[in-house]
Nanobody, 118 residues
Framework: QVQLVESGGGLVQAGGSLRLSCAAS????????MAWFRQAPGKEREFVAR????????NYAASVKGRFTISRDNAKNTVYLQMNNLKSEDTAVYYC???????????WGQGTQVTVSS
């Protein structure tokens, strides 16, 4: 059973930083592309960042490019999201996503709340 557990959310002032982690289990981690999405109150879930199975390729939403960095440690089955220069509009629940390269499996974590105060 695939399980994704996010951590690292919290309350931070505008301009501050947070690092989110997502620990994966029940899957062969290096056969999954990993991503972060977020959902603000009253809004649809939106893409934030994605990283390839090897970590060699990343892409970002325009709203976070240059401020957020996605990375992964395949030895630890963990993906990270370093968030710098946070803005109030970054306030949302952040979700980890795993998408298999070989099957149709698409898994989600339970989310972690990030609140940025202005």
């Amino acid at each position: 059973q695939v399980q994704l557990v996010e951590s690292g959310g919290g309350l931070v002032q505008a301009g501050g930083s947070l690092r989110l982690s997502c620990a994966a289990s029940g899957l062969t981690f290096n056969t999954y592309a990993m991503a972060w999405f977020r959902q603000a109150p009253g809004k649809e879930r939106e893409f934030v960042a994605r990283i390839s199975w090897s970590g060699g390729s990343t892409n970002y939403a325009a709203s976070v490019k240059g401020r957020f960095t996605i990375s992964r440690d395949n030895a630890k089955n963990t993906v990270y999201l370093q968030m710098n220069n946070l803005k109030s509009e970054d306030t949302a629940v952040y979700y980890c996503n795993a998408r298999s390269l070989t099957t149709s499996l698409d898994a989600w974590g339970q989310g972690t709340q990030v609140t940025v105060s202005s």
